[in-house]
């Protein structure tokens, strides 16, 4: 009888599938992965910004978006402003005294 897996051996398999999932159907599709990477960089500014992630979480996940964005072999002073780039223009806010509304 097979020996049933420890808490850490289940993670390790669900982010190995989480990984297959992510870049299987999309290995060569680039466009895919910089959203993906631009929706992680969102949540990630907010979680940082409120504290509700460890640091190691948040590092670790920052280093799986810019993977996903192709930034990860650029050094690392250049990466925040990568980052930026990948995301998607802000929409432009709405001034309720404007003309144009």
């Known amino acids: 009888m097979d020996q049933p897996l420890t808490l850490e051996e289940r993670v390790l398999v669900l982010e190995w599938l989480l990984d297959a999932a992510l870049w299987g159907p999309y290995l060569y599709d680039l466009e895919h992965g910089r959203l993906v990477a631009a929706s992680l960089y969102q949540r990630l500014e907010g979680a940082a910004r409120h504290r509700s992630l460890p640091e190691a979480v948040l590092r670790e996940l920052y280093l799986r978006a810019d993977s ?15 980052r930026q780039a990948v995301l998607p223009p802000a929409p432009p806010e709405e001034n309720p005294g404007s003309p144009t509304s």
């Open 68 to 82: 996903l964005a192709s930034i990860d072999n650029t050094p690392d002073s250049l990466r925040p402003a990568l």
